[in-house]
């Protein structure tokens, strides 16, 4: 979106055109970050009022299971061959086609006469969850070529705070949309939101993508002999040879996927946890607890953007273990049976270590280089989706013998243990570092010049992500 080059000392206007070009890209980031919010609060609203509407056609608890399923199951898929995608097509055809395809498959949904409702239900859960998968990795993988390595947590913290506020609408408002107009009306307005995505996307110019990938599959590149011919390249695991060839990455990546298995165990226990406080009104403490998780989310947000404007440094992999400890801890602690007070204070920590992770997370997979980024946040979803799939699976059957504290305790413990892990292997690969100009600090002065200079260049993203310390010294000031 800007200049690949810095301004020059003889150039005494390069400084001020670089500035406006930062302005312009942060302005359009805005508008995506806005459409992106408003496609989000159709997907929180139809994830309530889908499976609402499920059971009430169905009439089987089962049937929500599977719809849920067959969703996380198609958002598996879409994370495996993302990678591929972005590296034929642009991010911006991605993200446009995934709003699109979401929009259509609800007006199908609301067209399909009684006899086909459930199989335009089933292939409602197939689109939302692909396109989903589609649109998110398209978006986090190219933020770093559209606003610039040194403002891409700024970018990834307003993403991730109008997905939270997004969150708290749908969820908010789902039932007094369907209780007030009725299925068919809130279908319709979650495809309207699709189409607000889609026209935003449609008028922004946004890079990323189309052929992303392309360098690092080239056999030569790997210095192999090149093996063209009818069939075409040959294949190879490129997110996986990425993840094994910078193992501190391919762990952090694994601690996504646990984390994401705790996950399911808290959203799977708090309706039943809920009923043994308030067995007449349930979903009042359900929907409080989400509300103030949200505030503590978006709270960091705002903490983490002033600190890399103050600072020029943003949170790295360091940031990401230590937020998972303590955001696994919240939630097992919002179990406890502690007063209403003390559990409004949890929540609050837990939705501030949450998003203080997923900034962490994000960021730290965007210093990889661009031939590989794609890939890897295809395989990242991948992980998550297997995880919390996985997870919805054993803590169902869990909860029919054991107590919310002691599933939710299991389940971020493990996250916690695997955090641990991953802390003390980050930590060894620091000190494994060697010191002087061509050890951490002098290789971190000369990537903070090439974050200065944007990422015009490939360069500007590569290095060790394994390492862990990409992410703080190396970004200049936003």
Same mark, same amino acid.
């Given at each position: 979106? *800007?200049?690949? +080059?810095?301004?020059?000392?003889?150039?005494?206007?390069?400084?001020?055109?670089?500035?406006?070009?930062? !302005?312009?890209?942060?302005?359009?980031?805005?508008?995506?970050?806005?459409?992106?919010?408003?496609?989000?609060?159709?997907?929180?609203?139809?994830?309530?009022?889908?499976?609402?509407?499920?059971?009430?056609?169905?009439?089987?608890?089962?049937?929500?299971?599977?719809?849920?399923?067959?969703?996380?199951?198609?958002?598996?898929?879409?994370?495996?061959?993302?990678?591929?995608?972005?590296?034929?097509?642009?991010?911006?055809?991605?993200?446009?086609?995934?709003?699109?395809?979401?929009?259509?498959?609800?007006?199908?949904?609301? @067209?399909?006469?009684?006899?086909?409702?459930?199989?335009?239900?089933?292939?409602?859960?197939?689109?939302?969850? !692909?396109?989903?998968?589609?649109?998110?990795?398209?978006?986090? =993988?190219?933020?770093?070529?559209?606003?610039?390595?040194?403002?891409?947590?700024?970018?990834?913290?307003? =993403?991730?705070?109008?997905?939270?506020?997004?969150?708290?609408?749908?969820?908010?408002?789902?039932?007094?949309?369907?209780?007030?107009?009725?299925?068919?009306?809130?279908? @319709?307005? +979650?495809?309207?939101?699709?189409?607000?995505?889609?026209?935003?996307?449609?008028?922004?110019?946004?890079? $990323?993508?189309?052929?992303?990938?392309?360098?690092?599959?080239?056999?030569?590149?790997?210095?192999?002999?090149?093996?063209?011919?009818?069939?075409?390249?040959?294949?190879?695991?490129?997110?996986?040879?990425?993840?094994?060839?910078?193992?501190?990455?391919?762990?952090?990546?694994?601690?996504? $996927?646990?984390?994401?298995?705790?996950?399911?165990?808290?959203? !799977?226990?708090?309706?039943?946890? =809920?009923?043994?406080?308030?067995?007449?009104?349930?979903?009042? /403490?359900?929907?409080?607890?989400?509300?103030?998780?949200?505030?503590?989310?978006?709270?960091?947000?705002?903490?983490?953007?002033?600190?890399?404007?103050?600072?020029?440094? =943003?949170?790295?992999?360091?940031?990401? *273990?230590?937020?998972?400890?303590?955001?696994?801890?919240?939630?097992?602690?919002?179990?406890? *049976?502690?007063?209403?007070?003390?559990?409004?204070?949890?929540?609050?920590?837990?939705?501030?270590? +949450?998003?203080?992770?997923?900034?962490?997370?994000?960021?730290?997979?965007?210093?990889?280089?661009?031939? @590989?980024?794609?890939?890897?946040?295809?395989?990242?979803?991948? /992980?998550?989706?297997?995880?919390?799939?996985?997870?919805?699976? @054993?803590?169902?059957?869990?909860?029919?013998? /054991?107590?919310?504290?002691?599933?939710?305790?299991?389940?971020?413990?493990?996250?916690?243990?695997?955090?641990?892990?991953?802390?003390?292997?980050?930590?060894?690969?620091?000190?494994?570092?060697?010191?002087?100009?061509?050890?951490?600090?002098?290789?971190?002065?000369?990537?903070?010049?090439?974050?200065?200079?944007?990422?015009?260049?490939?360069? !500007?993203?590569?290095?060790?992500?394994?390492?862990?310390?990409?992410?703080?010294?190396?970004?200049?000031?936003?």
């Amino acid at each position: 979106m *800007g200049s690949a +080059d810095g301004p020059k000392a003889d150039e005494p206007d390069g400084g001020s055109q670089k500035t406006r070009e930062t !302005a312009v890209s942060e302005r359009r980031f805005r508008f995506l970050v806005a459409g992106y919010a408003v496609s989000s609060y159709g997907t929180f609203l139809n994830m309530v009022a889908l499976n609402l509407f499920v059971y009430e056609t169905t009439g089987r608890a089962l049937a929500m299971g599977l719809f849920m399923a067959v969703r996380l199951a198609s958002g598996f898929v879409a994370g495996l061959v993302v990678g591929g995608l972005l590296a034929r097509f642009s991010a911006k055809s991605i993200m446009l086609w995934a709003n699109v395809g979401q929009g259509a498959v609800m007006l199908l949904l609301i @067209l399909a006469p009684e006899s086909l409702v459930t199989g335009a239900l089933m292939a409602v859960s197939v689109v939302i969850g !692909a396109c989903g998968t589609l649109f998110m990795v398209a978006l986090r =993988s190219s933020i770093p070529e559209m606003v610039g390595e040194d403002r891409r947590a700024w970018a990834n913290s307003l =993403s991730i705070t109008g997905r939270s506020l997004a969150m708290v609408a749908g969820f908010a408002s789902a039932g007094v949309v369907v209780s007030l107009v009725g299925y068919t009306a809130a279908f @319709l307005l +979650d495809m309207a939101t699709f189409v607000v995505c889609a026209v935003t996307v449609a008028l922004l110019p946004i890079a $990323g993508g189309k052929g992303a990938g392309t360098d690092a599959e080239k056999p030569e590149k790997a210095g192999e002999p090149e093996k063209a011919g009818k069939s075409g390249p040959r294949w190879r695991p490129v997110a996986f040879l990425a993840l094994a060839a910078a193992p501190g990455l391919g762990l952090m990546v694994a601690l996504r $996927g646990v984390d994401a298995f705790g996950s399911s165990s808290h959203n !799977a226990a708090l309706p039943i946890y =809920s009923t043994s406080l308030d067995a007449s009104n349930p979903a009042v /403490f359900v929907s409080a607890f989400w509300c103030v998780w949200a505030l503590g989310n978006i709270g960091a947000q705002q903490v983490i953007q002033r600190y890399a404007q103050r600072t020029g440094r =943003s949170v790295g992999a360091l940031g990401f *273990g230590y937020g998972t400890v303590v955001m696994s801890a919240a939630f097992i602690a919002a179990f406890a *049976g502690f007063p209403l007070a003390v559990t409004a204070v949890i929540a609050l920590i837990a939705g501030a270590a +949450d998003g203080l992770t997923e900034v962490a997370y994000t960021s730290h997979l965007q210093t990889l280089p661009a031939t @590989l980024r794609g890939h890897a946040f295809g395989l990242s979803a991948t /992980f998550e989706n297997l995880g919390f799939g996985v997870g919805m699976i @054993l803590v169902a059957a869990a909860l029919d013998r /054991f107590s919310p504290l002691a599933v939710v305790g299991w389940s971020h413990g493990a996250a916690i243990v695997v955090a641990v892990v991953f802390l003390l292997r980050v930590a060894a690969l620091r000190r494994a570092e060697p010191a002087g100009p061509m050890g951490r600090a002098g290789r971190a002065g000369q990537a903070g010049d090439t974050g200065r200079a944007g990422l015009g260049k490939e360069e !500007a993203v590569e290095g060790r992500p394994d390492r862990g310390d990409r992410d703080g010294a190396e970004v200049s000031r936003g």
